[in-house]
């Protein structure tokens, strides 16, 4: 299934995707994409939904993030070997994880906010992990079990914050609109190897990002099972997982993003992304 959120921000509604294409509304069925929504045996009842009797959302309705009331939205940094190779650094050992906060979190089509005293904000394009059944110290067999589904997130940086403001990358990944995720939370049986997946993203029609799932570090299950030894995963909460070579500050001389662009991505089964730039 390919689930959504739709209409006003804060005020969304859910939705699906029917096999025409069409987008369905589901809130006759179920509150949000969230909760327990997102549990394996609520995700098999709207599986057996007859969608094509659902009412039609409009279709100028805006998209919103494809998940709701996310509670944390862990990241993974350096996780793919082409992207460390460009920027320089050394292959982790262990995941480099750190936090967007859940306020960064927007539609996949929203305009993005370029911060105030903003130099360097950059682009990355990566493969988001929706939990679906919770866990603590998860084994890496069963990892793929606490999965509810996948989708698309621009983690969008700014690098002078991150990198050179002192103390953890953090300030430099949350800020207002850097996690567009969407458009469609889909699910854990569309996607068989969520290891193998193309991924692009685009500024301006050009193509600086063109890679794969396949050059990633640490997969999906090893994440989930180190992830869940130093904390409890919870529905409902989104992992972004690493962002292949290509972002801005790879580029030789760099290029970063300004008010007015815009940017577009998308990963192979997941759908597309497309955002305005503009000035906070």
């Not at 939205?73 to 920027?87: P, R």
């Not at 866990?135 to 996948?150: F, K, T, W």
């Not at 949350?174 to 569309?190: I, K, M, N, S």
């Not at 050009?206 to 180190?226: C, D, I, K, P």
Request: charged letters at 20%.
């Amino acid at each position: 299934m390919k689930l959504l959120r739709f209409g006003p921000k804060g005020f969304e509604k859910p939705g699906i995707v029917a096999p025409d294409g069409s987008l369905r509304d589901l809130s006759g069925h179920v509150e949000d994409i969230a909760g327990k929504t997102l549990l394996p045996a609520q995700l098999e009842a709207l599986a057996g939904l007859d969608l094509e009797s659902l009412p039609t959302i409009d279709s100028g309705a805006r998209i919103g993030p494809c998940v709701g009331r996310v509670g944390k939205f862990i990241c993974i940094g350096l996780n793919y070997a082409d992207h460390a190779a460009e920027t320089g650094a050394e292959l982790p050992a262990e995941p480099v994880v750190f936090n967007k906060w859940t306020s960064a979190i927007c539609g996949p089509n929203d305009d993005i906010e370029i911060p105030r005293d903003s130099r360097s904000t950059d682009w990355e394009v990566e493969l988001g992990v929706v939990i679906g059944t919770p866990g603590r110290y998860i084994d890496e067999a069963d990892a793929m079990n606490h999965v509810a589904g996948y989708c698309v997130i621009n983690d969008v940086s700014e690098r002078e914050f991150q990198l050179e403001r002192s103390g953890t990358w953090d300030k430099g990944k949350g800020c207002d609109t850097f996690g567009p995720l969407g458009p469609w939370l889909v699910t854990a049986d569309e996607i068989s190897d969520p290891g193998n997946l193309g991924m692009w993203l685009e500024v301006d029609d050009h193509r600086y990002q063109n890679g794969s799932t396949s050059t990633m570090v640490f997969g999906v299950a090893h994440l989930l099972a180190y992830l869940s030894r130093f904390m409890s995963l919870q529905t409902g909460d989104v992992i972004s997982t690493g962002t292949p070579p290509g972002v801005g500050m790879g580029q030789n001389p760099k290029v970063y993003l300004r008010p007015g662009q815009t940017m577009r991505l998308g990963i192979e089964g997941l759908g597309e992304q497309c955002q305005r730039t503009v000035q906070a």
